[in-house]
T-cell receptor
Framework: GAVVSQHPSWVICKSGTSVKIECRSLDFQATTMFWYRQFPKQSLMLMATSNEGSKATYEQGVEKDKFLINHASLTLSTLTVTSAHPEDSSFYIC??????????????FGPGTRLLVL | GEDVEQSLFLSVREGDSSVINCTYTDSSSTYLYWYKQEPGAGLQLLTYIFSNMDMKQDQRLTVLLNKKDKHLSLRIADTQTGDSAIYFCAEFTGTASKLTFGTGTRLQVTL
């Protein structure tokens, strides 16, 4: 149990276009979903935290108009990178807390989405 | 502060034990985690420990926590080539309600 999927797994787009990444909890309902960014050979940096039906909380330095997060249901969150530029190229990983889990703080991670902006 | 530090690289021979270390600075952390990341993949939760525990064993994995020194370690017994990956420690602090990840340790297992 506690499987998180992401779609697409990789995407290449032209500069200026917008890209949507989906994060789904497949076999559980999530209290909270998180979006991280990971640069090559670096650690994960939390971008934002989202709860179903409410606005996302963004970390300092993350542009909310650039990285739009929609948390439509207890099993789906989407991250839209608007007007993508080459510097947005990165590995984006989502995670989710599991409703009813013994330890609600434990996060289960998706496989990641690699974005390359040309 | 919330800096979580790990050594960058560890190389061990197959069959030996691996010990990956992690130091953190936030004394209010409540849970500490170890995650494994294989190339091009997301993070796999390996194990976790409460901050009021000293040790936790789970099959080949042993986690040791020294809260006084803010030091966490992960021991992998009988290391296999499939254990080659990057290992991240992470702390959860109730005040911030988020995970802070370490810098990651790349484990290389040689034959």
């Amino acid at each position: 149990g506690a499987v998180v999927s992401q779609h697409p797994s990789w995407v290449i787009c032209k500069s200026g276009t917008s890209v949507k990444i989906e994060c789904r909890s497949l076999d559980f309902q999530a209290t909270t979903m998180f979006w991280y960014r990971q640069f090559p050979k670096q650690s994960l940096m939390l971008m934002a935290t989202s709860n179903e039906g409410s606005k996302a909380t963004y970390e300092q330095g993350v542009e909310k108009d650039k990285f739009l997060i929609n948390h439509a249901s207890l099993t789906l969150s989407t991250l839209t990178v608007t007007s993508a530029h080459p510097e947005d190229s990165s590995f984006y990983i989502c995670s989710a807390n599991r409703i009813g889990a013994a330890f609600q703080e434990t996060q289960y991670f998706g496989p990641g989405t690699r974005l390359l902006v040309l | 502060g919330e800096d979580v530090e790990q050594s960058l690289f560890l190389s061990v021979r197959e069959g030996d034990s691996s010990v990956i270390n992690c130091t953190y600075t936030d004394s209010s952390s409540t849970y500490l985690y170890w995650y494994k990341q294989e190339p091009g993949a997301g993070l796999q939760l390996l194990t976790y420990i409460f901050s009021n525990m000293d040790m936790k064993q789970d099959q080949r994995l042993t986690v040791l926590l020294n809260k006084k020194d803010k030091h966490l370690s992960l021991r992998i017994a009988d290391t296999q080539t499939g254990d080659s990956a990057i290992y991240f420690c992470a702390e959860f602090t109730g005040t911030a309600s988020k995970l802070t990840f370490g810098t990651g340790t790349r484990l290389q297992v040689t034959l």
